[in-house]
């Protein structure tokens, strides 16, 4: 009867250390779940730090885009600006070039018809042959 006591006393003793273990193991698998749940909120924050600087510098490259932008149109505006006012030159040069080729017709004509420059004789037709 002894030796019985002695195998119920320790199977016991087997049963206790078990139910540890077991509760051992229940709050390390809850500590490793937790250290798993802690090493993805790490990684997301890296994945969100990464993004956010990427997205900083994003936007710091669009900022100088655009201003390089609102300087080239300001540069195509005076561009136009420039050409315009050489189309003005240009068609006023050529009314004078065409006021000065009339100028210069008439007065060579009156010019070899001294009779014609003084009114002394009409015009026939010699402006048409020059």
């Known amino acids: 009867r002894m030796m019985i006591v002695e195998k119920d006393n320790f199977l016991e003793g087997l049963q206790k250390r078990e139910k540890l273990l077991r509760v051992d193991m229940t709050a390390h698998k809850q500590t490793l779940g937790a250290?798993?749940?802690?090493?993805?909120?790490?990684?997301?924050?890296?994945g969100r730090l990464k993004e956010e600087r990427q997205l900083a510098d994003i936007a710091a490259q669009k900022l100088q885009m655009e201003a390089a932008s609102g300087k080239l149109d300001v540069e195509r505006t005076n561009i136009?600006?420039?050409?315009?006012?050489?189309?003005n030159r240009i068609d006023t040069l050529g009314a004078g070039v065409k006021n000065n080729l009339e100028t210069e017709i008439e007065s060579m004509r009156r010019s070899v018809?001294?009779?014609?420059?003084?009114?002394y004789q009409r015009d026939d037709g010699a402006a048409e042959a020059v």
Do not use: N, Y
């Open 35 to 46: 250290l798993g749940a802690h090493i993805q909120a790490v990684e997301a924050r890296i």
């Open 80 to 87: 136009r600006a420039v050409a315009s006012a050489l189309e």
């Open 113 to 119: 018809q001294p009779l014609v420059a003084g009114g």
